[in-house]
């Protein structure tokens, strides 16, 4: 242990200029040290992760259920909702970086620089995703109001969420406190993932209005009483996802609220003395040039994308391939309830075993659940025993990419101290990659329907359909994982790389005491010296 924590000090070290290192010898610092760490509480812990909930309720609900809320409730024929699944997502990555240069030009306020984002962004969004799920009286403008309301409301949750993420790095300057935190805004966001997929999934799964037999020429006689049942059960269908808007709505305020009481912005005594952030498309060309984060990107890039299909045709995949037309919110809820009891072991596993070990077993633990998937019959009791398996892993695929992003923000300072201002391009072109991939990606799916044969609202679908389902949610994620986790392996942060960077920063911080700023609230305030 003793040669362990040596061999570290001196990697530090030759990070560090000597004034720096002469500076944190210094025994009168060294005594201040404990008085500069700020701890947070619990509460304030919970606060903050509660503020995550409102984007994973509302991205849930839209990422598993609005493609067959398209295709079979509003009857949005295939191509035009590929149209606005496609649109909808990639307007949404574009709001990411533009929201954040909109946030690295703000000023500091009495509620914080990212503060009153949240605050003003919340009340608009509940009211564009509330008209989502409005089914509007003309027919021949329907794909227009969706794919108008899905833009709106995502450039209104965007506004929420970026500066939410970026807030992980304004709670505290300690890491081991940031990792804590971020532990507990995953448990709370895969909470509220399964908050989401129970209200959505219970609400509309009582309502759901019954598949259509496609006539044939014998059923001809009977055809006008069925359909005037389907619409009256149609109806029924609508009003239910209403419902589930309205309630998700009154999630999303009560989160925002306790998120704006509950924690505080945190700012240094030092930054008002400081110059304005670097120019956005400066701070862009250094983040994008910085190694570390260009492969972390691209590795969870693959395994994000591999995720979202799965869940974007889940739904159709239980309704048509597997034939669980009435059991699919269930299964959707096993596998939520198993990623959120999972989400505080693989914060323990990557405490005691590093982040990247973390890595290659959870997002891997996914492969073989999806190949038996691919290859089992509708047999129900193996595909919930599949689903509460593929939450272990779905765990994984959430808590660690926000929890390496920090480490790389830390890793930018100590090779940039001079810039500043560049959390949000962080993590808004983090989200930007992610959303743009995930776009295209749900857009060409619902395309494959389309040329596949998909039929709206049928009791069976066609093998064509079936078939390219299976591709869909089984062997294309198997293959997106399996690249992604290739391209891990060139990323160099490792747990040792992290103790360095940490001894690093801390040496910066004990520089900056003795220049007369002391207590800084967050990482990027190191960068000051």
């Known amino acids: 242990m003793a040669k362990g924590e040596g061999s570290e000090s001196g990697s530090a070290a030759g990070l560090l200029s000597p004034s720096i290192l002469q500076a944190g010898e210094r025994p009168a610092q060294v005594k201040k040290e404990p008085k500069k760490k700020q701890h947070l509480s619990v509460c304030n812990k919970l606060c903050y992760a509660v503020g995550g909930a409102p984007y994973q309720v509302t991205g849930c609900a839209l990422g598993f259920f609005l493609q067959i809320y398209l295709l079979d409730v509003a009857l949005v024929d ?37 503060m009153p984002w949240i605050i003003f962004s919340t009340p608009l969004a509940v009211v564009a995703y509330f008209l989502i799920w409005f089914v509007p009286d003309f027919p021949r403008g329907q794909a227009l109001w969706y794919l108008i309301f899905y833009c709106l409301f995502e450039t209104l949750v965007t506004c929420f969420h970026v500066p939410y993420s970026a807030l992980t790095m304004f ?28 209200i959505q999934g219970q609400i509309v799964g009582q309502a759901n209005a019954p598949c259509l037999q496609y006539p ?12 005037t049942h389907s619409i009256s059960s149609l109806r029924q269908t609508q009003n239910a996802y209403l419902l589930a808007a309205g309630v998700i709505a009154s999630i999303y305020i009560v989160c925002a609220v306790i998120l704006t009481l509950g924690v505080r912005e945190r700012r240094g005594p030092c930054e008002t003395q400081q110059a304005e952030p670097m120019p956005f498309f400066r701070g862009l060309r250094l983040v994008m040039s910085h190694g570390p984060y260009v492969k972390l990107i691209a590795a969870f890039l693959f395994t994000s994308l591999a995720f979202m299909l799965v869940e974007g045709n889940f739904a159709l995949f239980c309704t048509y391939t597997l ?56 047999n129900l009791i193996v595909t919930y025993v599949v689903a509460v398996a593929a939450g272990v892993s779905v765990a994984a695929a959430f808590l660690l990419p926000w929890s390496m992003l920090p480490d790389v923000i ?103 005491s003795s220049s007369g700023c002391s207590d800084t609230d967050s990482t990027e305030l190191a960068s000051i010296l």
């Open 323 to 378: 034939g669980f037309r009435n059991e699919f919110q269930n299964l959707l809820l096993a596998i939520m309830l198993s990623a959120t009891f999972t989400i505080p072991l693989w914060q323990w596993f990557l405490t005691h075993f590093g982040k990247k070990t973390a890595v290659y077993i959870g997002i891997s633990s996914a492969v073989p659940f999806l190949i038996l998937v691919a290859l089992i019959e509708s």
């Open 171 to 198: 709670i505290s300057t300690e890491q081991s406190e940031r990792d804590s935190a971020t532990a507990y805004r995953m448990t709370v966001e895969v909470l509220g993932t399964v908050l989401g997929t129970a």
């Open 78 to 114: 295939p191509f035009s909702a590929s149209i606005i699944l496609f649109f909808g997502r990639a307007w949404d990555a574009f709001t990411d970086p533009l929201v954040g240069f909109c946030i690295s030009k703000s000023s500091w306020t009495r509620l914080g620089r990212l």
């Open 410 to 512: 830390d890793d930018f300072h100590l090779k940039h101290p001079h810039s500043h201002g560049t959390e949000p391009i962080f993590f808004s072109f983090y989200v930007f990659f992610t959303k743009f991939a995930s776009g295209v990606s749900l857009g060409i799916s619902t395309l494959s329907l389309d040329f596949a044969g998909y039929q709206s609202r049928g009791c069976s679908q066609p093998p064509s359909v079936k078939f390219t389902l299976k591709m869909l949610v089984a062997l294309t994620p198997i293959a997106l994982i399996l690249l992604g986790l290739l391209l891990f392996k060139l990323y160099p942060i490792d747990e040792e790389k992290r103790r360095q960077n940490k001894k690093a920063l801390q040496a910066l911080r004990d520089e900056a």
């Open 216 to 227: 044939s020429d014998s059923a001809l006689a009977s055809e006008s009483g069925n359909r």
